[in-house]
């Protein structure tokens, strides 16, 4: 049977418009902490995500059969590496250094393969290489200019490396359970499990910060910002993430996806006018390089397996 690969293109393609869109959520979320803190704002749009996308789920009707099972396995286990990835990583942003932060995140996509390896997954030498020129760019593209030495490791650096751990686990785990179970049902399930795993460690060992809720009323930001990371970066970009990896492998998945810092430096530009120079050129073209290498191997598979 013939072999083509538009479905690893869709996959690419969908990965890096929810790229994007998670690129476009850095000055929302980053103006959120003025008024939420980064474990109410988590846990409540995680919540206000679940119960959006429930309303709409009608819409897309039910499959026949299901799996309740494995939904609730994989939802309980994605929504709790998806509820402490993100806080971890809010945490880590705020006690360490923008270089260790910008240097530590990018691990996560170097740390994809190596969790692969363990399951059974051994990638190409194109991916290594791929992966090498994404953690060059995203440190090109993180790491403020005249910084590029790693200072002293604090213990933000060990939140922000916990942070990456749980997104590589996340990619991983995800790639097997959006085969397995309906999209939209494991979406709502994940966000609405990731929702309760961060309320009930807050009621454990942060009580006054879960509900020392601010004024809905004093700045319109308060609840725009808000809602425009529940609705685009939880409804739209996680469940396109979602998607994307039903047709894309993990490892090329977490290359794409790398693409979200390209993406915050150019709203920040475009927005709040931050300076673009040739330092974020230069780490922006590395990425999409190191995306055309890891693609170039699963095409030349394909193509290959279309002449036995």
């Not at 997954?121 to 953690?135: D, Q, R, T, Y």
């Not at 004024?215 to 739209?236: E, H, K, M, Q």
């Amino acid at each position: 049977m013939l072999k083509t690969y538009p479905d690893n293109l869709k996959g690419a393609l969908i990965l890096l418009i929810a790229s994007l869109i998670w690129g476009s959520t850095f000055i929302p979320q980053k103006i959120a902490m003025d008024f939420w803190s980064p474990l109410q704002f988590s846990a409540i749009r995680f919540l206000i995500g679940s119960f959006l996308l429930l309303t709409i789920l009608p819409f897309f009707g039910l499959p026949k059969k299901i799996d309740a099972k494995s939904l609730i396995i994989y939802g309980l286990t994605l929504g709790t590496l998806l509820g402490f990835a993100a806080l971890f990583q809010q945490i880590g942003l705020v006690t360490t250094t923008a270089t260790n932060a910008g240097f530590f995140t990018s691990l996560y996509v170097l740390l994809v393969p190596i969790i692969g390896i363990f399951l059974g997954s051994v990638p190409h030498f194109s991916l290594w290489l791929a992966v090498l020129i994404c953690i060059i760019g995203s440190v090109l593209l993180a790491v403020p200019e005249g910084s590029f030495m790693v200072e002293k490791i604090n213990k933000g650096d060990i939140w922000v490396i916990l942070g990456s751990l749980l997104w590589a686990l996340h990619v991983q785990v995800l790639s097997y359970g959006v085969k397995k179970n309906p999209i939209m049902l494991l979406a709502i399930l994940q966000f609405l499990f990731a929702s309760i795993v961060l309320i009930i460690f807050g009621l454990l060992f942060s009580p006054k910060e879960l509900f020392n809720f601010p004024n809905l009323f004093v700045n319109p930001l308060v609840l725009i910002t808000l809602l425009y990371c529940s609705i685009g970066s939880v409804c739209i970009a996680f469940v396109l993430q979602m998607i994307g990896q039903r047709y894309s492998p993990p490892n090329e998945a977490a290359i794409i996806m790398s693409t979200e810092a390209i993406f915050a430096a150019f709203f920040g530009w475009l927005i709040l006018s931050e300076f673009f120079n040739a330092r974020i050129l230069t780490g922006s073209s590395l990425i999409f390089i190191g995306i055309i290498i890891s693609q170039i191997y699963p095409i030349e598979k394909i193509k290959k397996s279309n002449f036995e």
